[in-house]
């Protein structure tokens, strides 16, 4: 099975900050891997899909890069709607899936 | 536009079974695609279930395997989880959602999920 590791689990920031998430799969995804966005209560919303490719309607503040085992999920310039918890998701094993364990961005 | 919709009951008893469905609007399962269930415990992560192919070839998480049946009813466009001995550990938030058919397929849709509580 394929692992996803996925840090920070959280961080803290400040509106206007460049903010970076990892993840790290446990073998090669290609570019098989998507980033989420979700608020409480809500259900995850896709940001980035194919590792670099902007879901429509998405900012361009987020981008996606990686290939293989070691991708990144960048905001640019963190707004006020930017504080959620963000997963990644490989579907290099389709239809078969697999979580990151999330990272919470919060408030400085 | 596709739309996703769980149901089932909110709140379930230790060791008995969770029936949930997904019902399916503005596309016909019979068309393709995989119908996936995640699920995420209150303040945890997303964690994948499982899946079902309109001809209902399943894939399961090997950690729920063994308690997880799935099932699709393309007459009525939808399709079902079946969770059997449930303890407190199998509480969460139930999605359901279309799986994407790889990295180059933009569509993304996911149900609003249903929170299932299990408790005597």
């Known amino acids: 099975d394929i692992q996803m590791t996925q840090s920070p689990s959280s961080l803290s920031a400040s509106v206007g900050d460049r903010v970076t998430i990892t993840c790290r799969a446990s073998?090669?995804?290609?570019?098989?891997l998507g980033w989420y966005q979700q608020k409480p209560g809500k259900a995850p919303k896709r940001l980035i899909y194919?590792?670099?490719k902007l879901q429509s309607g998405v900012p361009s503040r987020f981008s996606g890069s990686g290939s293989g085992t070691e991708f990144t999920l960048t905001i640019s310039s963190l707004q006020p709607e930017d504080f959620a918890t963000y997963f990644c998701?490989?579907?290099?094993?389709?239809?078969?899936?697999?979580f990151g364990q999330g990272t919470q961005v919060e408030f400085k | 536009q596709v739309h996703l919709q769980e149901s089932g009951p909110g709140l379930a008893k230790p060791s008995e079974t969770l029936s949930l469905t997904c019902a399916v609007s503005?596309?016909?399962?019979?068309?393709?695609?995989?119908w996936a269930w995640i699920r995420q415990p209150p303040g945890k992560g997303l964690e994948w279930i499982g899946c079902?192919?309109?001809?209902?070839?399943?894939y399961f998480n090997p950690s729920l395997q063994s308690r997880v049946s799935l099932s699709v009813d393309t007459s009525k466009n939808h399709f079902s989880l079946n969770l059997t001995s449930l303890t407190a550990a199998d509480t969460a938030v139930y999605y359901c959602?279309?799986?994407?058919?790889?990295?180059?397929?933009?569509?993304?849709?996911w149900g609003q999920g249903t929170l299932v509580t299990v408790s005597s």
């Open positions: 959602a279309r799986a994407p058919l790889g990295s180059w397929d933009s569509s993304d849709f």
């Open positions: 503005g596309y016909s399962i019979s068309s393709g695609h995989y």
């Open positions: 079902i192919h309109r001809t209902g070839y399943p």
């Open positions: 073998q090669g995804i290609r570019n098989d």
């Open positions: 194919g590792a670099s």
């Open positions: 998701l490989q579907y290099n094993t389709y239809p078969s899936w697999t």
